[in-house]
């Protein structure tokens, strides 16, 4: 299995409600990410977990709670988002964080905050 | 931190003709250049990438070139299609720490039947 999935593919919500998003991969990836990315520009870095521990945290707001339950899979928990928060949610995982560099990112799930 | 600039931000070109993008980093411990292909609506995907101990990679209509002393690599495609229409980033990182790649900011192709 050489894929990153994600669902769910499309998801709205209020600015009041809870949802998760959920990344799987089965490659073997000690490393994996959550990205937010906005209509044709770059993916912006959220979260990275290395080996099942979160390593990294772009100053991401506290409405995004990651969970990393086990080496395969990946959440992000959302609650009380904001209009703007609307955009293209991207997981990716690689062989390791500090490793080889190859990328291989999930379908995304594309949130719209009403 | 590293920073990567990526020119230009959009390129129009007829079917069959060349497309070259181009990307500058700044950090010299940046070892490793992929590119990604986003098409409309999907997922970013890796086409192909270089490490700093190659100069020039090439696969099939796509090649990339790395100049270490300028801190600058390249993207061509040749003979481009319609279906090379599409979103490029390339991104810079550096191995050693943790793998988080710096993208640049994207290229919009249009390949024109």
């Known amino acids: 299995d050489t894929e990153v999935t994600q669902t769910p593919k499309h998801l709205v919500m209020g600015m009041t409600n809870k949802k998760s998003l959920k990344c799987e991969q089965h490659?073997?990836?000690?490393?994996m990410y959550w990205y937010k990315q906005k209509a044709k520009k770059p993916p912006e870095l959220m979260f990275v977990?290395?080996?099942?521990?979160?390593?990294i945290n772009e100053s991401v707001p506290s409405r995004f709670s990651p969970e990393c339950p086990n080496s395969s899979l990946l959440n992000l928990h959302l609650h009380a988002l904001q209009p703007e928060d609307s955009a293209l949610y991207l997981c990716?995982?690689?062989?390791?964080?500090?490793?080889?560099?190859?990328?291989?990112f999930g379908p995304g799930t594309r949130l719209t905050v009403t | 931190g590293e920073n990567v600039e990526q020119h230009p931000s959009t390129l129009s070109v007829q079917e069959g003709d060349s497309a070259v993008i181009k990307c500058t980093y700044s950090?010299?411990?940046?070892?490793?250049f992929p590119w990604y292909k986003q098409e409309l609506g999907k997922r970013p995907q890796l086409i192909i990438d270089?490490?700093?101990?190659?100069g020039e990679k090439k696969d099939q209509r796509i090649a990339v070139t790395l100049n270490k002393t300028a801190k600058h690599f390249s993207l061509h495609i040749t003979e481009t299609q319609p279906e090379d229409s599409a979103v490029y980033f390339c991104?810079?990182?550096?191995?050693?720490?943790?793998?988080?790649?710096?993208f640049g900011r994207g290229t919009s192709l249009i390949v024109h039947p």
């Open positions: 990716a995982s690689s062989h390791r964080a500090s490793s080889r560099g190859e990328q291989y």
């Open positions: 490659m073997g990836h000690r490393a």
């Open positions: 977990y290395s080996y099942e521990k979160l390593s």
């Open positions: 950090d010299s411990a940046s070892n490793y």
């Open positions: 270089i490490r700093s101990n190659v």
């Open positions: 991104a810079a990182t550096a191995s050693g720490g943790s793998y988080i790649p710096t």
